[in-house]
């Protein structure tokens, strides 16, 4: 019901674009957020956006480079990537929490299927 897409390669200092595309229900009452996972590493949190679109929180290491947003009317939410590093190197995935705001990975009941970032240096 999530749909993660854009990933790609990159070079260090590139941008990219990714999509989170929601179908069979709207999700516009769900907080969204963005996780990856590098290779061998646990899947961590990078950013989310309250259903309104009224607030979002970044991870420290990305804080400042992402911007995540939301388009109710479309069930979709993007995550914008500038400045990417090769340390931003993972499979992105999104996700939908009923509950408020939240970013605990336990509180999320859906997830895309995530989408592959490799930037190169």
């Known amino acids: 019901q999530l749909q993660a897409s854009g990933g790609g390669m990159v070079q260090a200092g590139g941008s990219l674009r990714l999509s989170c595309a929601a179908s069979g229900r709207t999700f516009s009452s769900y907080t969204m957020s963005w996780f990856r996972q590098a290779p061998g590493k646990k899947r961590e949190f990078v950013a989310t956006i309250s259903w309104s679109g009224g607030s979002t929180y970044y991870a420290g290491s990305v804080k400042g480079r992402f911007t995540i947003s939301r388009d109710n009317a479309k069930n979709t939410v993007y995550l914008q990537m500038n400045s990417l590093k090769p340390e931003d190197t993972a499979v992105y995935y999104c996700?939908?929490?009923?509950?408020?705001?939240?970013?605990?990975?336990?509180?999320?009941?859906?997830w895309g299927q995530g989408t592959l970032v490799t930037v190169s240096s």
């Open positions: 996700a939908a929490a009923r509950s408020a705001f939240t970013t605990s990975e336990g509180s999320y009941d859906y």
